[in-house]
């Protein structure tokens, strides 16, 4: 139930967002959120609402501190 | 911008990992942390990270799946509904199989009552106007995540004019909880690996007071592999440092101060109220209730319910998995009287549940 899906949004009318995911799309309202959501940007879809939009630069840089934490070439 | 695959690499997770294990070696002692949301869970187990940690780290799950947490008296008002003739039940699917006192949403409906799955309340919302000589109640369950929404389908059905359309409301609120479990000292919580898309919501400063107060190292943790890997090794890191404080691993959906026009929405619709937690009891403050003004659309005030005497069920090991203190394998029902296929608790039920994930993925 509390499954949130991180999912493109293809398409806005309104506060009503068409959001997909590996080609299911599904209805998700925009009312929850203050920041500005265009299409082709990534939210959180929870029950028919986004909850959250996701911060691509934020994402890759969490993907490089993971990085840094180890060093590949130690796990030989 | 997925990045699913990135935070699902082999190489990293185990990388993080080997990372843990470094943090960990010169720790005397075991640090246990406790998740609290369904999702972790189910990560934990579906990608086997309890085999890649050190033994100095133990993780146990807690009251983190909101199906699971909902009482048998919640579920025997549900049925209660269901017998009113009529009325339709609108609800999320994972509530359908679980078992109240002596029935279920499922055994009603194949009795004839009119029960119906939607994926989200605004669905009820629709469902309600379209069926205008019917009223319609929407089983409003879940944490911080799940409770706007539900806010927002009201305020929907009030623009609408709807004066059919009720929520049966019992969303609880997390870290509250959380609080009245480090302070137990039986379980020994070292920190929390806190939930990550009720955290969209309530933001990393809702945790402030675990960290200061109560000393437990927060970290809000994402979903994939790599994400709960690292989100572990930085708690690790705060215990070994002794220090106590909330971190944010998730930051590509999390903010410190949450959602606030979802928290707004929130605050409009529902005030705090005591909940009573399948396991952990009545705790103050941990509940959601519909606001007086929103009183014609809140089910318990404007329909004559009358649920049967409530009981949970026997044998069920529930409360104290819930709590933390047992894992399902302790229990004696364990996939010999409690299957997926018939279950006994909740917990068996919700694939959120911490009994439905070790049956599907630990034996
Ligand atoms: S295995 Fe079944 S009976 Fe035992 S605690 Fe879990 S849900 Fe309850």
Redesign the interface.
Known sequence: MCLGVPMQVVSIEGTDAVAEIDGVRREASLMLLDEEVVIGDYVIVHAGFAISKLDEAEALETLAMMREMFDPEDMA | ????D??RDR??V???A??LRDLASGYHGTMTFMEV???HTMAIYQYGLRGLLPPQVRLISGP????CVTPNSYLDKAIACCRIPGLIVAT?G??LRVPGTTSSLMAERAKGADVRIV?????AVKLAAANPGQKVVFLG???E??A??IA?SI?AARQLGLKNFFVLASHKTMPVPMAALASDPELAIDGFIC????S??IGADAYQPLAHDFHRPCVITGFEP??VM?GV?MLAAQVVAAESRVEI??????KPEG????RA?LAEVFVPCDAEWRGLGLIPGSGLAIREEFAPFDAERMLALEPENSREPAGCRCGDVLKGKISPFDCPLFASACTPEAPVGACMV?T?GTCAAAYKYGR
């Open positions: 911008m997925k990045y699913q990135e935070y190489e990293l185990q990388g993080l080997a990372r949301c369904g999702t983190g799946c909101p199906v999320f994972d509530m994926y989200s309340p605004l669905d369950v879940g944490f995540t799940t706007p929404t927002g305020l939930p990550a898309h009720v969209t919501i790599a994400d690292q090794a691993q998730y930051r590509r959906a999390v959602n606030p026009r979802a929405i919700s959120e």
